[in-house]
């Protein structure tokens, strides 16, 4: 070591570029020699190998990163110079080291997408690192993030790639995978993805507790005021005008069609959310954007007859649309649909309605 150490004293007076390199390389394997350096030692080690990495070409810095990326404590001012350098040498850092949240954070307030692409996959980032990627992140970026496990989202990270993904559709994939993503954020994405996505939500579905279904909705409930909007001026008198219906036996699935085709929308919709057992606002949603696969799961799950789903479809689809073309197919999917699996799909929509969150609005 003490040879080592004079060459390396040597190596210090020599100005010429490639000593210089010869000189890092040399302070940089003793480095690694090296285990548990002290606080002290560490200071020099950062002290030296940051002033001669400044003085470094583009190739020895990413030669020095892509090592100091492997190191499980790193000097942290060359680190932190590292990865707020050029994506090139910062990427080995940003991907691998100890950088501190602090470091990470500021590389993420305050370089680009590729910068923040390359934290997004690390083994782990923090929660407050990920809200910095999703406030500044394009969505090539934000997939990335999504995509990474490792990754900590608050509920309120969450909450905004859902509606990040609401106008984006590159990145219903990423979300609807999610691991962690709540469940009742995962069932609003029913009404954004297509038909191949919507079968993984019911996949999911089928493996929720219902514990676990609760808990999400308890946290989602302001959530779902604020976005379902005000209620119809008429809610009132047509839950009077179902109420009296239903007390003189007269809530019944062809009282349903009678009102959707003399096109009394709101009592429709309180009827069909009675008895259909969900709760308004998700009944609102799949009228008003012709949601005939999740019609098809309500009429499914509250043992509607197909003809009586078929009505529906028919009264719902506009004028301009293959009709009868899409009342077929929807009518073969009415037939294969089992009920038990749309059961436990809209038990979200169910136990919204029995937890409240209808009153919440």
């Known amino acids: 070591m003490q040879s080592k150490l004079h060459d390396l004293i040597a190596l210090a007076d020599e100005p010429s570029s490639s000593k210089r390199r010869e000189l890092l390389r040399g302070v940089t394997d003793m480095f690694f020699t090296g285990d548990n350096h002290d606080p002290v030692e560490m200071g020099l080690f950062d002290d030296i190998m940051g002033q001669l990495a400044g003085e470094m070409e583009e190739a020895v810095k990413v030669e020095l990163a892509e090592r100091m990326s492997q190191a499980p404590t790193a000097p942290r001012g060359l680190s932190r110079s590292l990865a707020l350098d050029s ?7 940003l991907r691998g080291s100890s950088l501190s949240d602090e470091d990470l954070l500021e590389v993420a307030r305050t370089r ?13 980032v923090p929660s407050a690192v990920s809200d910095a990627i999703i406030q500044r992140g394009d969505d090539d970026t934000l997939g990335v993030l999504l995509r990474n496990e490792g990754a900590v989202l608050s509920r309120e990270a969450h909450e905004a790639v859902v509606d990040r993904a ?3 559709p590159a990145l219903h994939e990423a979300v609807v995978d999610r691991h962690s993503l709540p469940v009742d954020l995962l069932n609003e994405m029913y009404f954004m993805v297509e038909a191949r996505l919507r079968d993984r939500i019911m996949e999911k579905n089928a493996n929720v507790d219902p514990a676990t279904l609760e808990a999400a909705l308890n946290a989602g409930r302001k959530r779902v005021a604020e976005q379902d909007g005000a209620l119809p ?23 349903l069609a009678s009102m959707l085709r003399s096109k009394r929308t709101t009592l429709f919709l309180v009827a069909l959310a009675d008895m259909a057992d969900i709760d308004f606002h998700t009944a ?22 197909r003809a009586l789903f078929l009505t529906f479809a028919l009264l719902i689809l506009d004028p301009s649309d293959d009709v009868m073309g899409k009342a077929k197919a929807y009518s073969e999917l009415y037939v294969a649909l089992p009920r038990d699996s749309a059961l436990r799909t809209i038990r979200f929509w169910r136990l919204r309605r029995q937890t409240g969150d209808v009153a919440a609005a």
Do not use: Y
């Open 87 to 93: 994506i090139t040498i910062a990427q080995p850092i």
């Open 112 to 124: 680009g997408q590729d910068h923040l692409r390359a934290i997004s996959q690390r083994a782990s």
């Open 166 to 168: 609401a106008a984006n």
């Open 233 to 255: 001026a008429d809610l009132t008198q047509a839950e009077h005008e179902f109420h009296a219906i239903r007390a003189r036996g007269g809530a019944t699935p062809q009282a």
């Open 284 to 305: 609102r949603k799949i009228l008003e954007r012709r949601e005939l696969d999740a019609l098809a799961l309500v009429c499914k799950a509250a043992d509607f007859d």
